[in-house]
């Protein structure tokens, strides 16, 4: 049976906007209290069932519980690549930070020299040693004054090296590509999307999962991406700060359950792939991943999952302790680890290096791109390809993206404005001249390739709907 939720009672008790995702499968009977309050009774209802003895089903399926059974080879070619890897780009970021700063520190002196002599004084010239209070003030006000000057010298330089060898960027960039590129982590990638108006709504959570037991022998890698649409929150949409891309999942089938259908779903897996159970799990590596994701960490623990705190968690990447904590890889971080704070959104660095994606604030395509994102940076051979070593030229086509950012418009395909414009229009029908022929909406003929959404009542049935 197919059914569409097209009306449904905000908390308020006013009759909310038509939604236009169509769930097959939604039997008449399934009804829920829609809205706010009605979300966040069920939220505590969740928590509190959650709380009971946990029963993992994964397992009961015969290729994931084989996956249990296999142990992780160190490849000693494969380390040794990464490892002169890593010493090659210390070795090049050293000087490149050796270079730029002795031509930064000659812009700034030029800077400061020109400075004094057309507007006075800073402090450390020789003029400024006068005890005058009002010429302190002077130079106070002076020195303010410069330090805007100096802030555009160093924006505008080239390249601006932000990891090298002894700082705990170049270290956090180091072992991000060793726990990714060896082939031994596996790789638990995030995204919640959440109500604008109230972010203690959760209405979507993507999870893309790489799991190199089931990529030994993978030319293209294998990944497991899932879309979870709450039902409590299906009417809210999202419009004044972010895009609402509900129906825009690229990836699949998108799968609707109730709020504890959900927080089900996620347990079931967070057990499966983050809490080893044999001798052969705990000889692999595990990393939550994300982008900037303690809000999503803090709403999975909101909704109820059960995940380690985050004092058990390594984030920083300072030790490499052998498989002791679950490791977190943040792309955000990761980025603003090599290129500075400019431009760190997921759109703008999957744009910056080329990597194709579409409908994002979809939380299962941003799950995956950013799953994606983490796996290119970590790439020896990608991060060749794509120059991501070359600063300078990464820093200055960052800029450029964000300067176009200011004076052009977002681009929508105009096939699809006049197509959509097209199927709005509509004569009545039962007009009065018989003569005339009655003229029907026009079929719209944008191609939406989506796999829609379709309701289970539970976890583990859903689940198994992604296995054929």
Same mark, same amino acid.
């Given at each position: 049976?197919?059914?569409?939720?097209?009306?449904?009672?905000?908390?308020?008790?006013?009759?909310?906007?038509?939604?236009?995702?169509?769930?097959?499968?939604?039997?008449?009977?399934?009804?829920?209290?829609?809205?706010?309050?009605?979300?966040?009774?069920?939220?505590?209802?969740?928590?509190?069932?959650?709380?009971?003895?946990?029963?993992?089903?994964?397992?009961?399926?015969?290729?994931?519980?084989?996956?249990?059974?296999?142990?992780?080879?160190?490849?000693?070619?494969?380390?040794?690549?990464?490892?002169?890897?890593?010493?090659?780009?210390?070795?090049?970021?050293?000087?490149?930070?050796?270079?730029?700063?002795?031509?930064?520190?000659?812009?700034?002196?030029?800077?400061?020299?020109?400075?004094?002599?057309?507007?006075?004084?800073?402090?450390?010239?020789?003029?400024?040693?006068?005890?005058?209070?009002?010429?302190?003030?002077?130079?106070?006000?002076?020195?303010?004054?410069?330090?805007?000057?100096?802030?555009?010298?160093?924006?505008?330089?080239?390249?601006?090296?932000?990891?090298?060898?002894?700082?705990?960027?170049?270290?956090?960039?180091?072992?991000?590509?060793?726990?990714?590129?060896?082939?031994?982590?596996?790789?638990?990638?995030?995204?919640?999307?959440?109500?604008?108006?109230?972010?203690?709504?959760?209405?979507?959570?993507?999870?893309?999962?790489?799991?190199?037991?089931?990529?030994?022998?993978?030319?293209?890698?294998?990944?497991?991406?899932?879309?979870?649409?709450?039902?409590?929150?299906?009417?809210?949409?999202?419009?004044?700060?972010?895009?609402?891309?509900?129906?825009?999942?690229?990836?699949?089938?998108?799968?609707?359950?109730?709020?504890?259908?959900?927080?089900?779903?996620?347990?079931?897996?967070?057990?499966?792939?983050?809490?080893?159970?044999?001798?052969?799990?705990?000889?692999?590596?595990?990393?939550?991943?994300?982008?900037?994701?303690?809000?999503?960490?803090?709403?999975?623990?909101?909704?109820? =999952?059960?995940?380690? &705190?985050? $004092?058990?968690?390594?984030? +920083?990447?300072?030790?490499?302790?052998?498989?002791? *904590? %679950?490791?977190?890889?943040?792309?955000?971080?990761?980025?603003?680890?090599?290129?500075?704070?400019?431009?760190?959104?997921?759109?703008?660095?999957?744009?910056?290096?080329?990597?194709?994606?579409?409908?994002?604030?979809?939380?299962?395509?941003?799950?995956?791109?950013?799953?994606?994102?983490?796996?290119?940076?970590?790439?020896?051979?990608?991060?060749?390809?794509?120059?991501?070593?070359?600063?300078?030229?990464?820093?200055?086509?960052?800029?450029?993206?964000?300067?176009?950012?200011?004076?052009?418009?977002?681009?929508?395909?105009?096939?699809?404005?006049?197509?959509?414009?097209?199927?709005?229009?509509? =004569?009545?029908?039962? &007009?009065? $001249?018989?003569?005339?022929? +009655?003229?029907?909406?026009?079929?719209?003929?944008? *191609? %939406?390739?989506?796999?829609?959404?379709?309701?289970?009542?539970?976890?583990?049935?859903?689940?198994?709907?992604?296995?054929?």
């Amino acid at each position: 049976m197919k059914r569409s939720i097209s009306r449904a009672m905000t908390s308020s008790g006013s009759v909310a906007k038509r939604t236009s995702l169509q769930i097959r499968s939604l039997p008449d009977t399934v009804s829920v209290n829609h809205g706010t309050h009605g979300y966040k009774n069920a939220s505590r209802a969740v928590v509190s069932k959650n709380r009971s003895k946990r029963t993992n089903w994964v397992d009961e399926f015969e290729q994931f519980a084989r996956l249990r059974r296999v142990t992780y080879e160190s490849d000693e070619r494969l380390a040794k690549a990464i490892e002169d890897y890593l010493k090659q780009i210390g070795s090049d970021y050293r000087k490149m930070n050796n270079v730029s700063t002795k031509l930064l520190n000659e812009k700034l002196q030029q800077a400061k020299m020109q400075w004094v002599e057309e507007n006075g004084p800073l402090p450390g010239t020789e003029s400024s040693s006068s005890s005058i209070e009002s010429q302190d003030v002077d130079i106070k006000h002076n020195q303010k004054l410069f330090q805007k000057v100096a802030a555009q010298i160093k924006d505008e330089h080239y390249p601006m090296v932000h990891a090298f060898p002894g700082n705990t960027n170049f270290e956090y960039l180091c072992n991000c590509i060793r726990l990714v590129s060896n082939r031994k982590t596996i790789l638990f990638s995030l995204d919640i999307e959440a109500f604008e108006r109230d972010n203690n709504v959760v209405t979507e959570i993507g999870i893309s999962i790489y799991d190199p037991r089931e990529n030994v022998h993978s030319l293209v890698p294998v990944k497991r991406n899932y879309h979870l649409v709450i039902f409590e929150s299906l009417h809210l949409r999202n419009k004044k700060f972010v895009c609402d891309s509900k129906d825009c999942y690229i990836l699949g089938e998108s799968l609707v359950l109730d709020l504890q259908g959900c927080v089900e779903f996620v347990q079931a897996l967070v057990d499966y792939y983050m809490i080893p159970q044999t001798k052969e799990d705990r000889s692999w590596s595990r990393a939550f991943v994300g982008h900037n994701l303690h809000g999503d960490l803090k709403w999975l623990r909101m909704l109820g =999952v059960n995940i380690p &705190n985050d $004092n058990q968690m390594d984030f +920083s990447l300072t030790n490499l302790r052998e498989n002791k *904590q %679950t490791y977190v890889l943040d792309t955000e971080k990761l980025y603003r680890s090599c290129y500075g704070n400019f431009g760190g959104n997921l759109g703008r660095i999957l744009r910056l290096f080329r990597i194709p994606h579409a409908f994002l604030h979809n939380a299962g395509n941003d799950a995956h791109y950013t799953l994606q994102l983490l796996m290119c940076m970590c790439d020896i051979s990608f991060r060749k390809h794509a120059s991501m070593d070359e600063l300078e030229v990464i820093q200055r086509r960052i800029k450029w993206w964000l300067s176009r950012e200011k004076i052009e418009p977002k681009v929508l395909p105009i096939s699809y404005v006049l197509s959509v414009n097209e199927s709005l229009q509509s =004569v009545p029908s039962n &007009n009065n $001249n018989n003569n005339l022929p +009655s003229r029907k909406r026009s079929k719209a003929i944008v *191609q %939406t390739e989506f796999g829609g959404a379709r309701w289970f009542d539970s976890a583990r049935i859903a689940f198994e709907s992604t296995l054929g």
